[in-house]
C-alpha cells in the first residue's frame, strides 16, 4: 500500500478516517455478512430476517454473528468451542507459538488495556483452527490478516504518531463520539426478538465494531451470553471482545466465506465469484467484513490502511502478504 497514504489524507482526513474505522459499525457491514451496510458510517451488523428473529446476511441465509457479553465477564457455557465451526485444525501450532507475547506487545505498544494478549489468547482457545489450519505461511498470513483488520477497526494512529501510524491499532474500544450512551441510532424497534433494553445503545464497540440491537441478541444467544441487556460487556471483558471479532472471522455467512477459510486456502471461488472478480487473498476478507463501502470502487483510504496494516504485521510475523491485497475490482455481495 502507499506509504504516503497519510500525507495525501493530510491530518483532518485521517481523523475522520480513524473515527470511520472506529466507528458506528466500525466495519460498515452486516457482522454476518459483513457486506453490505444499509447507509450507515460503517459497522458491524447483521441484518434481521423480517420478524422471524432470525439474522440473515445481505442476498444470503441466515446466521448469526459476533458474541455477547455474559455475567460475571466471563464467557457462558461449559468451556468447550460453541460457535466454532470444526475445521480441521492442524495442532501443528497454537496462537500462541505463532504470537508469542512480547510480540504482541510490539505490533501494538498503545492499545487499550481491554485487549489484554491473554484475553486473546483465552478467546482464540475457543476456535482452535484459528492460526493452526494449512502451511505454517498460510497460518502466518491469517494472523497477519486477523489482526490487520481489527487493527484498521480500532486504529487511533494518525501519520505522524509517535512509533508511526501502524503502533495505534487496537486503541479505540467502541465507536467514537458514542460513549456515555450517545449513539442511540442502532436500535431497529421492529425486532421483537431482540428488543432494545432500556437505557442501552447499540452501537460499534469491540475489535470488529459489534453493532445493532439483533446483532448483540443474536451472537449473544449463539454463545449463550446476555449481551442483548448488557452490551456493555463488549467493552469491559477483553475475553468476549476478542471472541465477538473470531467467531465473525471463522463463521460462514453464505454467500460469503468467512475470513478464515479464504485465508488458509479452504475457498475455491464459484464462476459467480471469478465473475464478480473476487479471488483468495487479504482484498478478499476486507470483502467480506466491508465490501458494500469499501470495494468495488477505485481504492478507497480504508483499504490502503488495511493494508498497510497488514503489511506490518506480516513482516513482524516473517511471512509473504500474498496475491490480491485490494478489492477495488471486487463487487461486494
Not at 468451542?81 to 512480547?102: F, K, R, T
Not at 451472537?219 to 471483558?237: F, I, K, R
Request: hydrophobic share 35%; charged share 15%.
Amino acid at each position: 500500500m502507499d506509504s504516503d497514504m497519510g500525507e495525501r489524507l493530510g491530518m483532518a482526513g485521517w481523523v475522520a478516517l480513524a473515527a470511520l474505522a472506529c466507528g458506528g459499525s466500525g466495519s460498515g457491514e452486516p457482522l454476518a455478512s459483513a457486506g453490505t451496510s444499509s447507509g450507515g458510517s460503517g459497522g458491524a451488523r447483521i441484518d434481521p430476517v423480517g420478524g422471524s428473529g432470525g439474522v440473515r446476511t445481505t442476498g444470503g441465509s441466515g446466521g448469526a454473528n459476533e458474541d455477547g457479553g455474559g455475567s460475571g465477564g466471563s464467557l457462558a457455557g461449559n468451556g468447550g468451542s460453541a460457535g466454532a465451526p470444526d475445521d480441521g485444525a492442524s495442532g501443528e501450532a497454537s496462537l500462541a507459538d505463532l504470537l508469542p507475547p512480547a510480540l504482541f506487545a510490539s505490533m501494538f505498544p498503545n492499545h487499550d488495556a481491554l485487549y489484554d494478549y491473554a484475553a486473546l489468547i483465552e478467546a482464540a482457545e475457543r476456535y482452535p483452527a484459528f492460526g493452526t489450519t494449512g502451511t505454517p505461511e498460510q497460518r502466518l498470513r491469517e494472523v497477519a490478516a486477523f489482526l490487520g483488520n481489527i487493527a484498521h477497526e480500532t486504529t487511533g494512529g494518525w501519520p505522524t504518531a509517535p512509533g508511526g501510524p501502524e503502533a495505534w491499532g487496537l486503541y479505540f474500544i467502541e465507536e467514537v463520539g458514542c460513549e456515555g450512551g450517545a449513539c442511540t441510532q442502532y436500535c431497529d424497534a421492529t425486532n421483537q426478538p431482540y428488543p432494545c433494553a432500556p437505557g442501552k445503545t447499540y452501537h460499534g464497540r469491540g475489535p470488529i465494531q459489534l453493532s445493532w440491537n439483533f446483532n448483540y441478541g443474536a451472537l449473544g444467544e449463539t454463545l449463550g451470553l446476555a449481551l442483548l441487556q448488557d452490551p456493555d460487556l463488549v467493552t469491559s471483558n477483553g475475553v468476549v471482545a476478542f471472541t465477538t471479532a473470531l467467531w465473525f472471522w471463522m463463521t460462514e455467512q453464505l454467500p460469503k466465506p468467512s475470513a478464515h477459510d479464504v485465508m488458509v486456502g479452504r475457498w475455491s471461488p464459484a464462476s459467480t465469484d471469478t465473475a464478480a472478480g473476487r479471488a483468495p487473498g487479504f482484498g478478499m476478507t476486507v470483502n467480506i467484513i466491508n465490501g458494500g463501502l469499501e470495494c468495488g470502487i477505485p481504492t478507497d483510504a480504508r483499504v490502503l490502511d488495511r493494508i498497510r496494516f497488514y503489511a506490518h504485521f506480516t513482516a513482524l510475523l516473517g511471512t509473504t502478504q500474498g496475491d490480491n491485497l485490494e478489492c477495488a475490482n471486487m463487487q461486494s455481495y
